[in-house]
């Protein structure tokens, strides 16, 4: 019977290690393909956000998809440390792991949990900081287009004067005729 109970811990111990290599290798890839998304992204981020009609650039929508993606791993990631958590105080409270295996694991999935929401807000703050260039490049046009139409302006002021001072040239040519007359 002891040799059983041996045995069965020893199974459900086997269990968990290969429940933790799967959880590890699927994080392991969840963080590859962040790397990858952050790499593509580092190409794009000397591209224009905008054009010059304000509209966003191709670049930059595929760096907002980009972090988009990110965000859905990260969250995604998240949950999956949460659920390890789960399980984790599930085996603790049943007795399956001593004080010392408890706060270990506990610690690597809080650990791992926590980097998960970093990169969660780091894709929400590159969504907001393309976003606020693409404010800023809007911003920009209208400045351009307002200096554009101030320098028009003082064109058509000039132009107005030149008008004006031709006008009057004409009326005083027309009145010394009148007087020659």
Do not use: P
């Amino acid at each position: 019977i002891k040799e059983c109970e041996t045995n069965t811990i020893e199974w459900a111990e086997a269990l968990r290690e290969i429940e933790t290599h799967y959880f590890e290798q699927i994080t392991d890839e969840i963080s590859n393909l962040g790397e990858e998304l952050d790499f593509v992204n580092s190409l794009l981020e000397d591209e224009d956000v905008a054009d010059e009609n304000g509209n966003w650039s191709s670049a930059a929508l595929t760096r907002l998809g980009l972090y988009t993606q990110q965000m859905e791993m990260a969250a995604v990631e998240a949950q999956r440390y949460q659920d390890e958590i789960d399980k984790l105080n599930t085996q603790y409270a049943n007795g399956e792991l001593s004080e010392e295996q408890y706060q270990e694991k506990l610690s690597d999935l809080v650990s791992g949990q926590q980097d998960a929401i970093q990169s969660y807000e780091d894709a929400k703050d590159g969504i907001v900081e393309l976003n606020e260039a693409r404010i800023d490049a809007i911003k920009d046009g209208i400045d351009k287009e307002i200096e554009a139409y101030e320098d028009l302006i003082d064109l058509k002021k000039e132009e107005l004067d030149a008008e004006r001072d031709l006008y009057d040239f004409k009326k005083n040519v027309q009145k010394q005729t009148k007087d020659i007359a």
